[in-house]
Nanobody, 116 residues
């Protein structure tokens, strides 16, 4: 089994920054993509950022220019640097590893709260 453990969430004021970490129990280079999702109360889970094994990145429009996804293969860790945070960024953030179109793995989530 593959375990993903997120950390780095917390309470921050509007305009502040946080860096989320996702530590994997397996080599992250073995996955097609590593991803960050988020889910706010009463809303659907939505994709935030993705990074491929080749290093290509993609972001949802609402976080472009503010969030950066990166990886450290030697540490089996994926990061999400979040700058210029807004109240609408408040959600539980989940790490996701995509092995193929069928198989994927999820972390337990970490809470991010942005106050006005």
């Amino acid at each position: 089994q593959v375990q993903l453990v997120e950390s780095g969430g917390g309470l921050v004021q509007t305009g502040g920054s946080l860096r989320l970490s996702c530590a994997a129990s397996a080599s992250i280079s073995s996955f097609l993509t590593m991803n960050w999702y988020r889910q706010a109360p009463g809303k659907q889970r939505e994709a935030v950022a993705t990074i491929t094994s080749g290093g290509s990145t993609n972001y949802r429009d609402s976080v472009k220019g503010r969030f950066t996804i990166s990886r450290d293969n030697a540490k089996n860790t994926v990061y999400l640097q979040m700058n210029s945070l807004k109240p609408e960024d408040t959600a539980v953030y989940y790490c996701n590893a995509r092995q193929d179109i069928v198989n994927h793995y999820w972390g337990q989530g970490t809470q991010v709260t942005v106050s006005s």
